[in-house]
DNA sequence: GACTTAGCCAAACAGTTGTTTCAAACAGAC
DNA sequence: GTCTGTTTGAAACAACTGTTTGGCTAAGTC
């Protein structure tokens, strides 16, 4: 094991890989400027993970993974059989609070990294796009399907699944088109207090939403 | 002039530069690539347009040029004093044709040009940003104001845009999120009658929504 | 001490990319 | 026809980029 750098050059450079990706993209970020922020030689990235695109892989690998381990820890959902013992109150807070995180991890401040590298993978797929729709997307959805159908009984399994896009929508919203949302608002970024303001705001938004649309299908019966 | 080509040399340049550059964004596409399928010579683009860049900045300003001139005819919007006379099922019925108008330009089928070029420049904000939100997003969250402030006059001005924001917010996702909402749903594309689907359930959602707040400002006089 | 191995570095390499150059081709005015 | 300004084409250019090479150091093994 070689002494010279002081900290795992390997670490340095998914570091700085991740903020340059994240920043710049896969085909902005250069590996010379992934290596001089990592403070390592240019051959190092290559050495230590093969390729360019390898780098890239790890990078999304890594920090997705990450994430997952973070939710699951942190924002554990009951299981099925005490999410139904639970009061429509206490269930409103769970989801409540789940959307500040989402606002929180993609809106910022300061801007996630995750969101960012969704963004950009959304423009241009790669291999990792299976590996985060399965360990970071389809978890999260999966609980906002429990909780929603544990608020709204009569909503059907689509109807539930549309309701969760339509929130998670509303979030994305903010942070994919910020630069367009901060023009027109004519400020230069979101303020301290913007994501909680926008969580109340998304939250009874959303039950609005689902209300009616539970309402509407226990009145009218309709086809498809 | 020349009548070397059939066509104008620089508008296949344009059309081929669109193309390419919402397939694989500014930097993914090549002039080279772009001069092929105009069937043009390499430096046919830097005579007609000075650079690469330049070009880029005239792909934007023509489409969204072009698309604010079709929404201005197609979809025009009553005067605020033709709206105020408008009942309750007229107005729903405008916004549910906005909504609709919407989702066939963002997610279509076909995917739709607008969109890719919209998601790529909030990954990377070129000179034309502004251009983007005053011709194409502020005219049309404008009008959307004016429908919804007529559908709901109890809502404040703050409320309204952030309603509108919610609905374009849903409408995005489904074009923003396409490779990871495919993903999550085990399909290969958005069927034929996904955006009518789609439609129906975010105008349900959203009037649901607005009522909601609507309503609570009637009947809770909150702080801030 | 001799040998091996992992980590790191400077330099070079091969391919690509945006841009420029300069001559040829062309249309229209005369 | 000649002349003029515009448009096109092939080639070259200079800078950039991902990758490879060969050698160096330091630690571990025997």
Redo the contacts between chains.
């Keep these: 094991m070689a002494t010279r750098g002081d900290r795992r050059t390997r670490q340095r450079l998914l570091g700085a890989a991740s903020e340059l990706f994240a920043a ?2 896969f ?2 970020a250069k590996v010379r400027d992934i290596a001089r922020r990592a403070g390592a030689n240019l051959a190092a990235a290559n050495y230590h993970f093969g390729s360019k695109e390898a780098l890239y892989l790890e990078v999304l690998r890594t920090h997705f993974a990450e994430i997952r381990a973070r939710l699951s820890a942190e924002a554990r959902l009951p299981d099925k059989a005490a999410l139904a013992r639970m009061s429509r109150a206490q269930l409103e807070a769970l989801a409540r609070m789940r959307l500040q995180t989402m606002l929180d991890i993609l809106v910022g401040p300061p801007p996630g990294i995750y969101g960012r590298l ?8 790669s291999a990792a ?2 590996h ?2 399965d360990e970071f ?2 978890p999260n ?1 999966e609980e906002m399907r429990l909780v929603f159908r544990a608020l709204y009984p009569s909503l059907t399994a689509a ?1 539930v699944d ?2 969760s ?2 929130m ?7 942070h ?6 901060l ?2 608002l004519g400020r230069d970024e979101y303020g301290r207090g913007f994501t909680r303001q ?1 969580a109340e ?2 939250f ?10 539970a309402s ?1 299908r226990r009145r009218v019966r309709r086809a498809s």
Tied chains: 1, 2.
């Design positions: 710049t993209g085909h902005g969704i963004q950009r993978e959304m423009c241009d797929p796009l299976p985060i729709v997307i389809r959805l109807e549309r309701c896009f339509s998670v929508g509303q979030v994305m919203f903010y994919v088109m910020r630069p367009a949302v023009r027109f926008l705001h998304i009874d938004f959303s039950l609005g939403g689902m209300e009616r649309l509407r």
